[in-house]
């Protein structure tokens, strides 16, 4: 069995389920513990990544400097991520600062087919000597060779590894198995593989990523994340660890860590009526929240927004059009 490398976003995507109001004392108590469980990689930040605090997008309680501050000073073995998104993170005012406060790794994401957006940033990463990795959001969209198209893309400018996201927890466990096993046999550098739990196989469609090759997986402690959160990092591991894999993570200190984060702020997701409408209509998990208060305000069904929505096929960062499919729903009721 290959290495395995687990990377932890619960105070980056985690942050979603509490409108990125993560407090001090939370990333101090979580960044500790992670040190202490042995975890691979601590990703940090507003929920749609480095920059995006906004009113559009919800306001972060602490500014990125702060929160990387926090972190940065608790992890010694533990390496510091953060997600970038192009238009969101400029390289002048957002990255060459984050850089300086020593994050080791930036995962540069886009939509599964606008990998050209990631050159500069992840060119400009390498070039601080820093390890870049390119991540592809919403990649159920798009069929294995167009993906692998985009990743080629990501591998020439410099990415260190490629990311699959299911942003909308829309994979079937056969879905993950080809494009992975198809991005390995077409890249030099390692895949990954980032779940949501919309269909409640957050942790199946995880282990068909490291049985199919990924060799860098994400999950989060109680599964805390956007909508229905993510793969449940401690349940992650144990699958992992009784499948005979080594992820060089100690458990019972992740099982505490686990519960200390859930005492605190970590409430495990609920896999409810439109987290699953979500994963069935392939929308961003993040869109659900919005989606229920849009809904409340016209008076229409949100589930129905939600499957409008997938119809558009829209993607993160088009939360505008909630609104407008909210009204032309309740125009036409």
Same mark, same amino acid.
């Given at each position: 069995?290959?290495?395995?490398?687990?990377?932890?976003?619960? =105070?980056?995507?985690?942050?979603? $389920?509490?409108?990125?109001? %993560?407090?001090? &004392?939370? #990333?101090?108590?979580? *960044?500790?513990? /992670?040190?202490?469980?042995?975890?691979?990689?601590?990703?940090?930040?507003?929920?749609?990544?480095?920059?995006?605090?906004?009113?559009?997008?919800?306001?972060?309680?602490?500014?990125?400097?702060?929160?990387?501050?926090?972190?940065?000073?608790?992890?010694?073995?533990?390496?510091?991520?953060?997600?970038?998104?192009?238009?969101?993170?400029?390289?002048?005012?957002?990255?060459?600062?984050?850089?300086?406060?020593?994050?080791?790794?930036?995962?540069?994401?886009?939509?599964?087919?606008?990998?050209?957006?990631?050159?500069?940033?992840?060119?400009?990463?390498?070039?601080?000597?820093?390890?870049?990795?390119?991540? =592809?959001?919403?990649?159920?969209? $798009?069929?294995?060779?167009? %993906?692998?198209? &985009?990743? #080629?893309?990501?591998? *020439?400018?410099? /990415?260190?590894?490629?990311?699959?996201?299911?942003?909308?927890?829309?994979?079937?466990?056969?879905?993950?198995?080809?494009?992975?096993?198809?991005?390995?046999?077409?890249?030099?550098?390692?895949?990954?593989?980032?779940?949501?739990?919309?269909?409640?196989?957050?942790?199946?469609?995880?282990?068909?990523?490291?049985?199919?090759?990924?060799?860098?997986?994400?999950?989060?402690?109680?599964?805390?994340?956007?909508?229905?959160?993510?793969?449940?990092?401690?349940?992650?591991?144990?699958?992992?660890?009784?499948?005979?894999?080594?992820?060089?993570?100690?458990?019972?200190?992740?099982?505490?860590?686990?519960?200390?984060?859930?005492?605190?702020?970590?409430?495990?997701?609920?896999?409810?009526?439109?987290?699953?409408?979500?994963?069935?209509?392939?929308?961003?998990?993040?869109?659900?929240?919005?989606?229920?208060?849009?809904?409340?305000?016209?008076?229409?069904?949100?589930?129905?927004?939600?499957?409008?929505?997938?119809?558009?096929?829209?993607?993160?960062?088009?939360?505008?059009?909630?609104?407008?499919?909210?009204?032309?729903?309740?125009?036409?009721?």
């Amino acid at each position: 069995m290959h290495p395995l490398i687990i990377s932890d976003p619960t =105070l980056r995507d985690g942050s979603h $389920a509490v409108k990125h109001q %993560l407090t001090r &004392e939370n #990333l101090e108590l979580y *960044s500790q513990m /992670a040190e202490k469980a042995g975890l691979a990689v601590l990703e940090v930040g507003h929920g749609n990544g480095l920059g995006a605090s906004s009113l559009q997008l919800g306001e972060s309680l602490l500014s990125d400097a702060e929160m990387l501050s926090i972190c940065r000073s608790n992890l010694r073995r533990t390496l510091l991520s953060i997600h970038v998104i192009p238009g969101f993170a400029t390289i002048n005012r957002d990255l060459q600062a984050a850089l300086g406060l020593g994050v080791d790794i930036v995962r540069v994401a886009s939509h599964c087919t606008e990998a050209d957006l990631t050159k500069r940033h992840i060119e400009y990463v390498r070039n601080q000597g820093r390890t870049a990795y390119g991540v =592809l959001m919403m990649s159920h969209m $798009a069929p294995a060779e167009v %993906l692998g198209i &985009e990743a #080629l893309k990501m591998q *020439s400018y410099g /990415a260190q590894a490629v990311i699959l996201m299911d942003s909308a927890g829309a994979y079937l466990p056969g879905d993950v198995t080809a494009k992975i096993q198809y991005l390995r046999s077409i890249l030099d550098i390692p895949v990954g593989f980032h779940a949501h739990n919309n269909l409640g196989l957050a942790i199946g469609n995880s282990l068909a990523a490291a049985e199919a090759g990924a060799t860098i997986l994400d999950g989060t402690a109680r599964g805390f994340g956007a909508g229905a959160g993510n793969a449940q990092l401690e349940a992650l591991v144990a699958a992992l660890h009784h499948s005979g894999w080594d992820t060089g993570i100690e458990l019972y200190a992740l099982l505490e860590l686990a519960e200390q984060a859930e005492l605190a702020f970590a409430k495990a997701p609920k896999l409810g009526s439109m987290s699953i409408v979500s994963g069935m209509a392939g929308v961003f998990s993040g869109f659900v929240k919005p989606v229920e208060r849009i809904a409340k305000e016209y008076h229409v069904d949100p589930k129905a927004v939600m499957v409008e929505l997938g119809r558009r096929k829209v993607v993160a960062g088009q939360e505008d059009l909630i609104l407008e499919a909210a009204l032309t729903l309740s125009q036409q009721s």
